[in-house]
């Protein structure tokens, strides 16, 4: 009689792949070139929405401060930006290729 498992086990009985099917031994991970692709993506939209400018809420009167914080954030976006597009420039491989 078959012992029951729960669905964590790590015994789980798994049925063979179809013939010919490749499997990897490994989980897969995203290639580091969608990382920086999805990292430009999303540092573009921020820059894109601070571009049209911002309204900190009223309570808090301390425009300096508040308009420091904006800039600095306008800033790093677009040197993250500015490095992740040098990144693209090489042939990189992942350190486990």
């Given at each position: 009689m078959k012992e029951r498992q729960t669905m964590n086990s790590q015994t789980q009985?798994?049925?063979?792949?179809?013939?010919g099917e490749l499997v990897s031994p490994r989980c897969w991970?995203?290639?580091i070139n969608l990382i920086v692709a999805n990292a430009l993506t999303q540092n573009r939209a921020?820059?894109?929405r601070l571009n049209l400018g911002m309204w900190a809420p009223p309570i808090q009167?301390?425009?300096?401060?508040?308009q420091q914080i904006f800039l600095q954030l306008c800033r790093r976006t677009?040197?993250?930006?500015?490095?992740?597009?040098?990144?693209?420039?090489v042939d990189w491989m992942d350190g486990d290729e």
């Open positions: 009985w798994r049925p063979s792949p179809p013939e991970r995203k290639s921020l820059i894109q009167a301390d425009y300096e401060h508040n677009r040197e993250q930006i500015a490095a992740l597009e040098a990144f693209t420039t």
